[in-house]
């Protein structure tokens, strides 16, 4: 046995889901019979849970009911080992007995140790303000391997290169078959199947694929974990004789580059693991109580003489369809020529089940046209850049090639340009077998773009002949946003195609050029926005995890992770990111474990880079500046103007501060008040020291009065008492008189941009930043044919070195804004995951409606306003155990109506006071509608 046997590291994430019921009971004050339910997050019985391996998994559940305010004022979990057991309300593994709570979200499994293989069943009950409810529906999750002792079979793989493999530069490599047959008794109960194939791995069952998931497993640095997947495979069995196929692609485990000497810009190496090696377990349980385990072993066969005769992630997919072996994963094809398996070494990293969702086909896209620019050189328009690759089908005769180029723009002669996509090559190619009706898609390679030029393509291709396939992690869109503005709208679709194309197991920087890495400071706040519109809780738990993994044993926490390029680089801004998502997660999923689990790799990195660089109470480290700011000149990728570049020491300093910051809430979370005052007093030397040497008392200006630099010092809290409107007007004054309302920040600056305007009351400049068209601006991107975000602000304009158009980083907090600002959702001040919401429209001149919701940890959240002539119109929903404080806009108090009532008389409303031009109540969970006249 090879696999590797340290303890299994404690983790403690991954959110369970459970399921959903309404149950009816009578409450006598309302004539309308009143339903209170507990349902799970999406009220489903999941089909095939992911197998979880972590000791004590947390469950939430949704509380539904068709009256008003309902809280929750206690709850009853029962967890069974079997269904029968749950329907009886015998809770074998796990009886909560009434526990006495408002928790709803997060609750920590605390039963019997969960031991490997087993299905939980379970439902919960609670008790409310309002009445109880009775069970919910039954829903479960299974454990995988608890226990590394569980695993007894063998890494294999083809341990050397094949004819054709090529090592160096842009390498390539054959995709490697693995096949194995056994036998089945009849009868069978169950049957698992537990895999991990590194880099990627299909694995097939007498013919048939298992799963719909693509891409797996999640990638990770296979030297600190390495995560495999669980399938329930009952259905693919046959009595007698079975095969198991599996096909191994490269991913991110054999690199995808070497050095590269004519790269520009040069870049490292990436990471290389070996070649591609798989593990597998698939343990068949019998009627009769007898059991049969077929693992990976020895006597495993496996060639690379397949039809994948090369794939790489950056250069694409080759396939020779004459190659094919038909058969191969059935039982009775004769693999004689086959090799015999390398009993390799395990990767280094620990073996974990995957908690995090694998990727899948989230959508299928027609083309919208094709053109024929060059004889013989067709183009197909998708009509959106999006990220997956298109399946094929063609008719021809054997041999024929078909070549699929990927591009997201074109060149002005309607041929695809490849400038911004750098040395990838980005290509698939379809050799054919002559076969009728041939029909492709490649399995390990995937793209960014827009456009694909088919070359080779025997006879007329037709839009007919391909599919866009979407991909990106398997996560519920859980955010609605739509304004009267249709600028704000193109922007909201060009930033979810752009966000849910960059989740690839990690969030990366892009999905098009040689790089798709995960950038660390390109999703700080990004990540936040995103939590309206994604459920992505248990990614970023994730990778969280990779950004620990990635930490030095000094200290250092690289800019990329998992850290396929090794840059360790030691500045403030991109690891800072590791704070602040982790954040992100306590407040937007009420998810406190994040914090407590990296709590101590944190204080090492701060307290690394305050050992090696801190010099009097100053943080010299930065190494990008305000990323991607507007340059002065549209070719131009960096600004060399001094006035317009944010000092990176003002950067390096006020992270530092702001990490300080964090680090003491963080720590105060834990009652750990002696850390937290420590980090405290140093925040304040620090802030002490960033004053004098970059405040200008006189003129209140930082540095050099960049918007980043005033902006970051004033949403940290660094700004000396008194100074702070100063500084504000500042920023006003440079963003209207030197930027023409335009914004003038990059990457860092831009994650506080909108709400740093709207908070200071000039939510006009934010909505006119917002609504450009012009340069620079994501209008802008929009004047200029974009349908996702741009890397760069003149991205249509710069050298294409650095041109991504489908990058995330500069929509800052944009998105936070359209949600907490525009639609009025966000938690309420020291409130988490929306237990207390704080409902506040931004009522800004230009936009006549904003209609939104977010279906948070605690329920749906709805927000719709919109202005008529002499009227407002608000409605709102608040979900079940959550309440809000809400803020109507009125003059006066006998303005309001709510489902035409007057306010004072509506039901379960509690007037709090008044508040500059809004009127203050406080509500439960239910529906409302407001209406206020003039
Ligand atoms: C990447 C980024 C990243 C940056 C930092 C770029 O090449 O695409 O998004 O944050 O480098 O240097």
């Known amino acids: ?47 095939n849970p992911i197998g979880i391996d972590i000791d004590s998994p ?87 391997f608890t226990n590394n002792e569980d695993w007894k079979a063998t890494w294999i793989g083809l341990d050397r290169s094949f004819p ?82 599996v096909v191994l692609g490269n991913g991110r485990f054999f690199n995808m580059r070497t050095i590269e000497d004519d ?48 794939n790489n992630e950056f250069d694409g997919e080759e396939y020779d369809a004459r190659k094919e072996m038909t058969g191969w994963s059935d039982a009775g094809f004769d693999d004689y020529n086959w090799l015999k398996v390398d009993l390799t ?65 074109l060149n002005d002669d309607g041929t695809v340009y490849m400038g911004n996509i750098r040395n990838a090559r980005v290509t698939d190619v379809y050799t054919l077998k002559g076969a009728e009706n041939e029909f492709w898609e490649p399995s390990f390679t995937y793209h960014g773009f827009r456009y694909v030029e088919v070359t080779g393509y025997p006879g007329v291709p037709t839009v007919k002949d391909f599919e866009g396939k979407v991909i990106y992690d398997e996560m519920e869109t859980v955010g609605h946003f739509e304004t009267s503005d249709s600028t704000i709208n193109q922007i909201y679709k060009n930033a979810y195609w752009g966000i849910r194309g960059n ?60 850290a396929y390029w090794r840059n360790y680089n030691d500045n403030m801004t991109w690891p800072g990111a590791y704070l602040i998502i982790a954040n992100m997660l306590y407040e937007q999923f009420g998810d406190d474990r994040p914090i407590i689990k990296h709590y101590d790799s944190m204080k090492k990195w701060m307290k ?70 420590d980090f405290s007093n140093q925040a304040a030397l620090v802030k002490e020291a960033y004053n004098s040497r970059f405040f200008n008392k006189e003129t209140a200006q930082y540095s050099n009065n960049t918007v980043t630099a005033n902006l970051v010092s004033l949403r940290f809290g660094l700004v000396p008492e008194g100074f702070g409107e100063r500084v504000f007007s500042n920023i006003v004054d440079k963003t209207m008189n030197e930027f023409n309302g335009h914004v003038s920040t990059g990457l860092v600056g831009i994650q506080w941009l909108m709400r740093g305007l709207s908070d200071h009351g000039r939510g006009d400049i934010a909505y006119k930043i917002a609504t450009n068209r012009d340069y620079p601006s994501w209008g802008y991107m929009i004047e200029n044919g974009a349908t996702t975000i741009w890397e760069l602000w003149n991205g249509n304009t710069a050298d294409p070195t650095m041109n991504s158009h489908n990058h995330v980083m500069l929509l800052g907090d944009l998105i936070v804004w359209f949600y907490e600002y525009l639609a009025g959702i966000q938690n309420l001040s020291g409130s988490i995951g929306f237990r207390d919401i704080h409902m506040q429209p931004y009522v800004v001149d230009g936009l006549d409606y904003v209609t939104a919701s977010h279906h948070s940890m605690q329920g749906l959240i709805k927000s719709a306003w919109r202005k008529n002539e002499n009227s407002f119109e608000w409605d709102i929903t608040i979900p079940g155990n959550s309440s809000a404080v809400v803020y109507i806009p009125a003059k006066e108090m006998k303005q309001i109506t709510e489902t035409g009532d007057n306010i004072s008389k509506a039901r379960g409303i509690k007037f709090l006071r008044q508040e500059k031009e809004f009127f203050v109540f406080e509500v439960g969970s239910g529906d409302y509608r407001f209406k206020v006249v003039d």
């Open 1 to 47: 046995m090879k696999t590797n046997n340290r303890h299994h590291k404690e983790r403690t994430f991954c959110q369970v889901m459970i399921c959903f019921v309404t149950i009816p009971f009578l409450l006598q004050a309302c004539a309308q019979e009143a339903k209170i339910g507990v349902s799970n997050l999406r009220g489903e019985f999941m089909e």
């Open 58 to 144: 947390s469950l939430s559940w949704e509380i539904d009911a068709n009256i008003r305010g309902v809280k929750q004022t206690g709850y009853h979990i029962l967890v069974a080992s079997s269904l029968e057991k749950l329907n009886a309300d015998e809770g074998d593994l796990w009886d909560s007995k009434l526990v006495r709570s408002e928790k709803s979200t997060n609750v920590s499994y605390n039963g019997k140790p969960l031991e490997s293989r087993a299905t939980c069943y379970w439902k919960v009950k609670t008790t409310t303000n309002l009445g109880p409810s009775d069970w919910s529906q039954p829903a479960r999750w299974i454990m995988a």
């Open 164 to 245: 054709g493999d090529i090592l160096k530069g842009k390498t390539r490599l054959a995709a490697r078959y693995f096949r194995k047959e056994f036998q089945n008794e009849e009868k069978i109960d169950k049957a698992m199947l537990y895999i991990s194939g590194l880099g990627l791995y299909k694995v097939h069952l007498n013919g048939e694929k298992i799963g719909d998931q693509v891409l797996s497993p999640t990638p990770t640095d296979y030297t600190k974990s390495v995560k495999y997947n669980t399938f329930d495979v009952t259905d693919f069995l046959a009595t007698g004789d079975n095969a198991i196929g």
């Open 263 to 310: 790269s520009f810009p040069p870049l490292p190496p990436t990471q290389n693991y070996g070649y591609p090696k798989m593990i597998l377990q698939l343990e068949i349980f019998y009627a009769d109580g007898s059991q049969q385990t077929v693992v990976s072993d020895d006597s495993w066969k496996v060639t690379a003489n397949g039809p994948i005769i090369a």
């Open 345 to 409: 070494n395990a990767p280094r990293g620990n073996l974990e089940a995957q908690l995090n969702p694998n990727i899948k086909i989230m959508e299928t896209l027609s083309p919208q046209s094709i053109s024929e620019p060059k004889p013989g050189v067709y183009v197909l328009d998708m009509g959106q850049n999006m990220v997956g690759w298109v399946s094929m089908k063609v008719n021809g005769n054997a041999g024929e090639q078909v070549k699929l180029r990927f591009a997201e723009v």
């Open 503 to 562: 989740y690839r197991g990690m969030p990366t920087d892009c999905p098009q050029r040689d790089e798709k890495m995960g950038w660390l400071g390109d999703r700080a706040t990004g990540s936040h926005g995103e939590s309206f519109i994604f459920n992505n809780h248990n990614l970023y738990a994730k990778w969280l995890d990779d950004i620990e993994e990635a930490q030095t044993e000094e200290g250092s926490i690289p800019d990329v992770a998992p």
């Open 608 to 677: 690394y880079m305050r050992d090696n660089f801190m010099e009097e109470n100053i943080m010299p480290r930065d190494l990008y500046g305000d990323w991607c700011m507007p340059p002065e000149s549209p070719e131009m990728i960096h600004s060399a103007d001094p006035a317009r570049r944010t000092d990176g020491i003002l950067l390096g300093t006020s992270f530092y501060y702001h990490m300080l910051c964090l680090l003491e809430k963080f720590a105060l979370l834990q009652n750990k008040t002696d850390e937290a005052t």
